[in-house]
Structure formats: C-alpha cells, structure tokens
C-alpha cells in the first residue's frame, strides 16, 4: 500500500514537472518570436524603408504606382465577413508592416530619386484627361509622419499641386520627416507660414488661407480641395476630375440655415455687405476663381475679419461667401437657401458625427460607430469598412493609423487597385453615372 502511495506521488510530480517544463517552453517560444518581431520592427524603422512590390508585372503594362500587399483579406472585410473580422478585431492596435518611423523619413529622403521609386510615387500622368485638368490640395496636418505620406502618396499625380501646414507644436522630427518627404517633390510644398492650430479659433481657418495663397502662384490648376492629416480618399484622381467636372464651374461649399448655431457669433456685431452667416463643413470644393475672391477682394477680406470675432470662423467664412447670392462669388449658389429647406447635401466628406440630444448627456448618430467617438465624431475601426466602401462621399474622415491599422492599409489597397483598373483598361468613363449623383449641384 504504502509503494502505491509512493508511485502515485511520483507521477503526480512528474506530470507538474512536465506540464510546468511544456508552459516554460511555450513562453520562452512566444518571447522568441515576440523578440523577433520587435527586432524587425526596430531595423525596418531605423535603417531602410519596407521594398514595395509591383504587383502588375504579368499585364505587361508599366503601371507607375506601387504598394505593399496587406496582410489581410481586406475584400472579406469590405463584404463584412465575420471570421476576417474576428482576426482584424485582434489587431486594433498592433503595428503593420506599411508603418515607416519619421526618422526613417528624414533618413531616406536625402536621396530623394530613391525615396519616390521606394515608395512607389506616380511619376507621369495616368491620362491626357487628368494631366490637363490640375486640382490644388491643402493639406493640414499635425502629426504621424507615416499618416501624411501614405495620405499624400494617394493623393499624388505629378500635374496637380500640394501645400502643407505643419502646426507649430508639431513634434521637430515629424516636421523634418515631412518637410524631406517635400523636397523630394517639384509640386509639393511646406506653407510659408505656421500656425498653431487652436479649436474654435480663426486659427483653424488660417492654415487654409495661407495655402490657397501659397498655391496661387501656380497657375493652371481648376479646383482646390482641403484635406486634414486624418482623411483618405474614396475615389481615384480619374475620378475626382470627372466629379468636379460634372459641377461645371460650381462650388461645392456646405450650406446650413436650421441647425446654423447662431450662438456662435451673437457677440459679434452685425456682419458687414448685408452678408448673412451660414453654418457649414470647412471642407470645401473650389474654383480658382473662388480663391482669387477669397484672396483679392475687399468684401471677403471685410467678412474675415468679422468671422474672427466668433466661434468656429471655419464653419462659417467659406458657406457664408458661397450662399449669399447678392455678393457674386464665382461658382457661388444663386438660389435661395430656403428652398433646399435650410441645408444642401454636401457629398465632400463622410463623417460620422455625434448628435446630441438636448438636455441630456446622451448621443446618437446616424451610423453606428465601430470604432470610438472623439470630439463628437467616429473614428471609424475595422467593423466600419462595409459602410465605409459603400458610401458616395469623395472623401472619408477620419481614422487614426495606430488605432485599427488595418482600416487605413484596406484603404490604400482598395484606391490603389481601382487606379490600376482605370489605368490598365482605358475603359471610357461613364460620367452620365457623375452627373446623376453629384451634378445636381451645378443646376441649383
């Protein structure tokens, strides 16, 4: 009795003993692999860009535009299935492989013939439409190198323009990162001057301003559009061209009168030229000529100096030059607000806002939100890109690079393989399908 008391102790250590080795083993296999992964972050992001694949090469065609593959279905995340989103979920906060540290930036962009080709920039003009229609982008933005570039990156056709405004409290080495990622460019420019960006302020409507004049210089552009550091597009550059051609010569400016928060200028004395505020996005789509007002006119220079004594002046300068008919703005709305019952439908953005219910502390919005609320707005994660896709904005806002990574690198591969559809096809653009949901601005 007592050797069988002595046998079945022994086992039971030897069993402890097995299953304490095995979960040493399985610990020290994870720290192995865990170290790994942090080694090869560390060399990716100190000595060298990621190599982009060309991922084209049995077509035959020379397609000036390369990307990294992502290293997730990114199709059955748009089609919403639920296994590849369970697996996305998991990564809300990991680092993929298209991240570049801003040093890495300001390193490789001393050899600047490298850099373009490294990343993989669209060198020469994918159509004669595109390369003689030219469109003007200001770019506001405050951090995150790796954000910017990827944003620009999208954005960038060798015939069009870009001007960027570093804030003054951006970090020193994003500011050199973005400012090397500049140089690198004939058509891509750091503003003249800096701001610092403060909510509610004529500061947020600054950095605007000073880009629509720093881009004045050039020109042989036809629109202007402002973008923040946190956006991305929905739509390719042929896109884009056919959309604003379709608005014939018309601004698209947001236009609000019942949700218009006059609160925010009753301090304010009564604006002057008989010009009556409109609430709107700052967001804006608009004509050279547009900008000329905005720059050279005495009345819009007047009317700025006004929305500097109220709240959210950004909200409020652009909406309010485009919807008071009796100033002749060009490309401005010459109907009457009212008719389109005190709001028009601005196709520019998707966001996402919070609506909050009076007197309560609650919200709803009109989506659900998958990712977080922050300032009244989503920050859209992984489980939003079904809606996302779906939506007919040109642009979407916004979602942050560290937070649900893999939103932001599905982004790039979708506009990345629509540009290369558009551009390896020469399919004729059907622009009755532009007209029918976006020109019906250009007939009110």
């Known amino acids: 009795m007592g050797n069988m008391l002595f046998y079945r102790k022994r086992n039971r250590h030897i069993i402890i003993l097995v299953v304490l080795l095995s979960s040493i083993y399985v610990i020290f296999r994870y720290q192995i692999s865990s170290t790994s992964k942090l080694m090869e972050h560390y060399i990716r992001d100190h000595l060298e860009l990621p190599k982009t694949i060309i991922s084209n090469s049995t077509t035959g065609h020379a397609f000036p535009y390369?990307?990294?593959?992502?290293?997730?279905?990114?199709?059955?995340?748009f089609d919403g299935k639920e296994s590849e989103l369970l697996i996305a979920d998991a990564q809300y906060n990991l680092i993929t492989n298209q991240y570049i540290s801003n040093h890495v930036?300001?390193?490789?962009?001393?050899?600047?013939?490298t850099f373009r080709k490294s990343r993989g920039y669209i060198t020469s003009p994918l159509s004669e439409e595109e390369e003689l229609f030219s469109i003007a982008y200001s770019l506001v933005v405050y951090e995150d190198a790796n954000q910017v570039e990827r944003l620009l990156r999208a954005l960038y056709q060798p015939q069009n323009y870009y001007c960027i405004h570093l804030d003054i409290k951006s970090p020193p080495d994003f500011r050199r990162a973005i400012s090397g990622i500049a140089k690198c460019f004939d058509n891509v420019l750091?503003?003249?001057?800096?701001?610092?960006?403060?909510?509610?302020?004529?500061?947020?409507?600054?950095?605007?301003?000073?880009?629509?004049?720093?881009?004045w210089k050039y020109n042989d552009w036809k629109y202007i559009i402002n973008i923040a550091g946190n956006e991305f597009p929905l739509r390719t550059n042929l896109e884009l061209v056919n959309i604003l051609k379709t608005l014939n010569g018309s601004n698209h400016v947001e236009g609000i009168l019942n949700k218009a928060n006059t609160d925010r200028w009753k301090e304010a004395v009564l604006p002057?030229?008989?010009?009556?505020?409109?609430?709107?996005?700052?967001?804006i789509l608009a004509t050279r000529e547009f900008v000329d007002y905005v720059l050279h006119n005495q009345v819009a220079k007047d009317f700025l100096d006004w929305t500097k004594q109220t709240l959210y002046p950004e909200e409020t300068f652009f909406s309010s030059l485009n919807y008071n008919p009796h100033l002749n703005v060009p490309g401005a709305f010459k109907g009457n607000l009212k008719e389109k019952d005190g709001s028009l439908r601005f196709f520019g953005r998707f966001v996402n806002w919070v609506d909050w219910i009076n007197g309560t502390d609650q919200y709803k919005s009109e989506f659900y939100c998958h990712g977080k609320f922050i300032h009244g707005l989503c920050v859209f994660g992984v489980r939003d890109l079904p809606l996302i896709v779906s939506r007919p904005e040109l642009f979407v806002n916004k979602f942050y690079r560290y937070f649900h990574p893999v939103v932001m690198d599905c982004m790039e591969e979708l506009l990345f393989n629509r540009t290369r559809?558009?551009?390896?096809?020469?399919?004729?653009v059907n622009?009755?399908?532009?007209?029918?949901?976006y020109g019906w601005i250009a007939n009110t």
Do not use: F, W
Not at 431 to 437: A, C, I, L, S
């Open 66 to 77: 390369t990307r990294l593959p992502v290293e997730i279905d990114c199709r059955a995340l």
């Open 105 to 113: 930036y300001i390193k490789e962009t001393v050899d600047c013939a």
């Open 190 to 215: 750091i503003s003249s001057m800096s701001v610092s960006v403060l909510r509610k302020s004529y500061t947020v409507l600054q950095p605007d301003l000073i880009c629509m004049e720093d881009l």
């Open 272 to 283: 002057p030229h008989h010009i009556r505020p409109v609430k709107g996005s700052m967001h």
């Open 421 to 428: 559809n558009d551009y390896l096809t020469k399919q004729t």
């Open 431 to 437: 622009t009755d399908v532009y007209t029918k949901e």
